[in-house]
């Protein structure tokens, strides 16, 4: 009994409790738990494909124009950029010389422009459609646009990415190619650049530059540098040629300059007797030294720029170079590197020189002079003292090439690696002991023309032998 009255008086107090009322449930109608299959379809319509181009107008392989690609240039896709450099070629391979005529300002802007690109390929494919711009091009044509060259050359070489730092070499490379003129004239904007690739300013209190160290590249420090060099010894090679067309020019013209000024009434064009060429310089005022020192490398801009630049130069050749020449033979062994190195060192020292022989005229100071009080003991401490050399591995083939006398192939395989660098180093003394000063030569310098005289009577011996 107890049992049942604990139930009834738990059903009691469930009956007693406030019930809510359930909410009933809500159905869809019917036929909106079906799938509807039909479609509404709307036309999608291009306007630039409806574009109606002129039958005579060139366009790519895609129907565009060469101004629809040079809109894409600066499209945030990549593969869109890609894509038009790539068409832009080309059309250029093809139509070039129509092409450039009526847009070549904007087809060298554009494609300048990528120079800087983030990525690799473009700024390869881009250099690629700038060598067909130039190609065609006469430098009186380049002039009004030199400014763009110089100044995209400038910002890769000195650009935060190392990638596009290292392909402002490859752009350098198509300047000096096309347009190596352009490229001297502006070569006071340029050079510095070069010093800022391989070197850094030391502090304040310590002037001049030091080396600098690059850890996360691909290029080791050493081969970095020859790149460098090897560009700025064309630059070098350019700037004397340049120099040395301006003279074969001034020789040449018979031309009589009018200068224009206030009391200049009338310009005498032509005489009875005989024509002359008359070039009228309304713009020109004061010296003409000032204007060409504007427009090319002054001999003042030059020294400033070599006292920079060869101890960085000597640096890079003493981290190379072996310490002790080897006994076994006459030649010191150097790395392939290291010969890389030297080649480049050594074409730059004589194309200075080349440059200071043209200059020297133009100075206060005697060039000639300075650079032999400047540079000749360091020259002679660092480069001749273990004068001459030789490529690692080249020395045993070449003394067996002497002993056996098989062919002549032998010989120049073997020694004819370093025989030219070895005729530079020496030709670059002799200029330096050509130089006549006060002093009394010392017995050192005295050595080191022996050793020269030695090495050049050893050289004409073994190839009459060899000949005969």
Known sequence: MAKGNKHLKHLKSEKAKVKLKAKKTKHLPKGLNVTNPTFKIKKIVIREQLKQHDETEILSKRKLNVKDLLS????????????????????????????LSTQF??????????????????????LKVLSLILGPVSNDQLNPYCDVLVSYLRCA????????????????????QNCSNILAR????????????ISKLHTEMKPGRQLVTTLNTKNTNVRWRIKVLERLATMFSSIVNFFKSQQTNGLNESGKVIRVNKNTRYIPVYINTHFQNCDIQFEQTGDMKKNNIEKSLDAEELMKYVELLMPLICDSWIEVCPDEKNTDNSALLISTEALELLKSIVEII???????????????????YWFKEKFQNTYTKILLSKFPYNKLGAAGSFLSSIKNRKRQEDFSESYDVCLGYNLRICQIY????????DKMMSKLNKSYC?????YLNGMIHFIFELNN
């Open 186 to 197: 502006n070569s006071y904007k340029v050079l510095p650049n070069f010093l800022d690739m």
């Open 430 to 437: 002799i200029w330096f002991t050509s130089i006549h000063d």
């Open 450 to 454: 022996r050793s020269i005289i030695k």
């Open 350 to 368: 004589q194309l200075i020189i080349e440059c200071i022989d043209i200059l020297y005229t133009e100075c206060d100071i005697n060039m000639k």
């Open 105 to 126: 300002g904007p087809l060298l802007q554009g494609i300048c422009a990528l120079s800087l690109d983030k990525e690799r390929d473009i700024r390869r494919d881009s």
């Open 157 to 176: 070489m000195t650009h935060i990415d190392p990638r596009i730092k290292e392909d402002s070499l490859l752009f350098l490379d198509v300047l000096v």
């Open 72 to 99: 894409r240039l600066q499209h945030h896709n990549s593969t869109v950029r890609q894509d038009a450099v790539k068409e832009l070629k080309e059309i250029l391979s093809e139509h070039s010389l129509k092409l």
